[in-house]
């Protein structure tokens, strides 16, 4: 994650602390796709879920176990995710039981599901955050989610949120089909009060392999990532501190730099050793995900190779053991990075991009993230 509005503006956010420390070694941030079903049909869904039961998912007790394991191991934050959370009819108790054993909690949810009832009961959780997928004005985002009605259905989920007094925040994901839109959703962010904003890039897994047609051009990916920089500030200078970042691709690292080193030569040094602490793709290092039968995998995207099941071991077993090339690889990547990665001057701010990105375009892990939009010359390779 890069924080654009305070390496822009200088306005700090609540999870500053895991992006920006000094720690030698840190437990990854763990997200726990609770469940694969989900009650809407979305065309970029990298879990590929559907409507359905799927078997084999954790019981109530096997959860609160796992839970129990992750905060043992010292994980600083767990992230409840899917499929849809709310289809399961415990995730409260998983929760409150998360926020019991001190770990800082978030959701990452469609919104449909939340009510006034269930934002009542969830703000009584203790959660520090929920995360509501917008995706532009309502018929973009229907398109998005394949659900006719589902921008009203999650608008009221915010709303719902906002009224219980829990932090709440809005998640867009950046293609061809909503690029000229994100001015919509600055002004659903602006109208409605809401404390933060996060985009994030294509990532080619589940059905988003399907729309890679969809992705930005990398001129489209700048003219984007721009206007984000732009309104940011704008926002701020109108006396609306939003939380905004950028997701999920780590190019947006050097690029937010060379726009702070024209224009705040002042913040340059600051901001240069900032991203640097964040140190950029994380996959395998800092973040890890556990699907719903329990399978442990570097990241959300990564479904298509497992590491190890947390029913068989301990995340924490199977974090630290790299008898596994991918996972060892993952931790020390920068000699197996190839093309114009290993030649970047920037490898420190973006450590490597998407690796999973590389695999699904180029059938290797180490070769260059195809979704980089930076030139040979802005990267030290012309």
């Known amino acids: 994650m890069i924080g654009v509005s305070k390496l822009l503006c200088g306005v700090p956010g609540p999870g500053d602390y895991l992006r920006y420390d000094n720690n030698v070694h840190r437990r990854p941030v763990v997200v726990w796709n609770c469940t694969q079903r989900c009650n809407l049909h979305c065309i970029h869904c990298y879990a590929e879920s559907q409507d359905r039961d799927y078997p084999g998912e954790f019981t109530t007790a096997e959860g609160l176990a ?6 043992g191991y010292g994980v600083p934050v767990l992230l409840f995710s899917g499929g849809e959370p709310f289809v399961r009819p415990d995730l409260l108790t ?9 770990l800082r909690t978030v959701i990452s949810t469609n919104g449909t599901l939340i009510t006034r009832e ?16 917008l995706d532009g004005p309502p018929s973009i985002h229907d398109h998005f989610r394949g659900a006719q009605g ?8 915010i709303r719902n949120c906002r009224q219980a007094g829990l ?20 002004d659903v962010v602006e109208q409605e009060g809401i404390p933060r904003l996060c985009f994030y890039h294509l990532v080619y897994a589940g059905r988003g392999t399907r729309i890679r047609e969809a992705t930005l051009a990398p001129e489209q990916t700048r ?22 970042l950028t997701v999920d691709n780590h190019a947006d690292a050097p690029y937010l730099y060379l726009r702070v080193k024209e224009q705040r030569p002042e913040r340059a040094a600051q901001t240069y050793g900032l991203l640097r602490l964040n140190g950029g793709n994380s996959s395998g290092v800092g973040i890890g995900d556990i699907d719903s039968q329990g399978r442990v995998h570097a990241d959300q995207f990564w479904r298509h190779y497992t590491f190890g099941n947390v029913r068989e071991r301990p995340f924490s077993e199977i974090w630290e053991d790299t008898s596994d090339p991918l996972l060892a690889g993952l931790k020390d990547r920068r000699t197996l990075l190839k093309g114009r990665c290993a030649r970047c001057q920037w490898l420190d701010l973006c450590g490597g991009n998407f690796r999973v990105r590389a695999e699904a375009v180029h059938g290797d892990v180490w070769a260059p993230d195809p979704a980089c939009y930076l030139t040979d010359a802005e990267i030290g390779v012309a």
Request: aromatic share 8%; glycine share 12%; no cysteine.
């Open 66 to 71: 796992l839970i129990d394991s992750l905060a």
């Open 94 to 102: 998983l929760v409150e039981h998360a926020v019991g054993r001190g």
């Open 118 to 133: 269930v934002a009542g009961r969830l703000k009584e959780t203790g959660i520090t955050y929920v995360g509501v997928s």
């Open 150 to 157: 589902a921008f009203e259905a999650s608008l009221a989920g």
């Open 167 to 186: 932090r709440v925040g809005v998640r867009t994901t950046l293609t061809r089909y909503n690029a000229r839109a994100l001015g919509d959703i600055f």
């Open 223 to 244: 003219q984007a990532v721009d206007f984000i920089f732009q309104h940011t500030a704008e926002l701020h200078h109108r006396g609306h501190p939003v939380e905004v």
